[in-house]
Structure formats: C-alpha cells, structure tokens
C-alpha cells in the first residue's frame, strides 16, 4: 500500500502563496506597526516593508510542514487500549488496535523570528486544530505506535496572531488510504 502524508499546512488550506502579507500587521496597535515599520525599512534600506510580510508568511508557511499524522499519534501515547497493545507487543508481538471515532484537538505555536543586527521581533501564531477521526487503525510494536492505518478526518482549523483570527477553514473528510508509517515509533506511555 501507498505511503500517505498529510502536513498541518495542506489540513488548514492555504492558498499557494501562503497568508495575505497583512497579517505582520495583526494585532499591532498603530503606534507600535509605525515604529516596528520605522526599524525594519532603516535597516534594510531598499527593501520595501512588504517584502519583509513575504518573507515571514513564507517562513510561517515553512514552519507548519510539520506531519499531522504524528500529531494524531502523540495525542494517542497515554490511551489506556494502546497500553496493553503496548504491553502485548513487546513480546514481539504486532498489535493492530481499531480506534472508535473521536475528536482530536491540538493546538501548536510556531512562530517566525525577525533579527535585523540589535533589533529582534518574534510573531508567534496560534494553530488550533479539531479533527474529528473514523475508522482509524494503529499499528503497534515494541511498545510503540509504527502506523496508522487508512480511516478519515474532517474538521476544522484556526490561525491567530496575538489574540486575532487571521485564517478559519472547513476541513472536508480526507481520506487516508494505505499506511501511515511513523518511522522509528511513538512510544506508549
């Protein structure tokens, strides 16, 4: 079967060049946006402030090809069921575990860090994710989860800087067919 993956930045659907330049500006009172626009256009003299808003949308977007299926897994770690399939398969045993339907939520904090010599500004976002999973199967060894297992994820996502919503989607149902490999395994708490 295909090996699938699935990043946080393909769930929360952004358009291909990343977010609206605007949102280096979210949440920054006017007099605050001024002196940080002040900063940035004296030490790069040349480069219009705009291009410094690609930049980081670009960099954020960068940041979030992170893989949503090993966000799944580390939410399932402490699940009592993965337990004793964790406890049984470290006999030698594979155990497959079908997982009933559930909600996962997560919630993430990258950020982007602009230094330009003395001065540094960081724009942290706040990701939150609610996906809601069916017909999920993890494959456990040696007492860690190794795959997941087709099944489907529906929900929805959110972006915020400082308190302000900048970005809201639907998540349609995604399926995820073949396997999931996780590399050398989460372990099971």
């Known amino acids: 079967m ?61 940041a979030l090809e992170i893989d949503s299926i090993t966000l799944l897994a580390g939410a399932w770690e402490r699940y009592s069921l993965l337990s004793d399939a964790a406890t049984q398969s470290k006999a030698g045993e594979t155990v497959l575990v079908p997982m009933a339907e559930h909600t996962v939520k997560s919630e993430l904090h990258p950020y982007v860090e602009i230094q330009l010599g003395a001065f540094t500004k960081k724009i942290e976002f706040d990701v939150t994710l609610s996906l809601k999973l069916k017909g999920m199967v993890v494959k456990v060894q040696s007492g860690e989860i ?17 308190g302000q919503s900048i970005w809201k989607h639907e998540i349609k149902p995604i399926s995820l067919l073949g396997t999931v490999k996780l590399g050398t395994g989460i372990p099971i708490r």
């Open 2 to 62: 295909p090996e699938a993956t699935l990043s946080v930045r393909q769930l929360l659907g952004l358009p291909a060049g990343g977010f609206p330049a605007e949102v280096l500006r979210a949440g920054m009172p006017d007099a605050e946006l001024n002196s940080f626009r002040t900063q940035v256009t004296s030490a790069l003299q040349g480069m219009p402030f705009s291009g410094l808003e690609s930049a980081v949308c670009e960099k954020f977007s960068e």
């Open 146 to 162: 190794r795959a997941i297992e087709a099944g489907t994820c529906e929900g929805s996502a959110k972006v915020g800087i400082a």
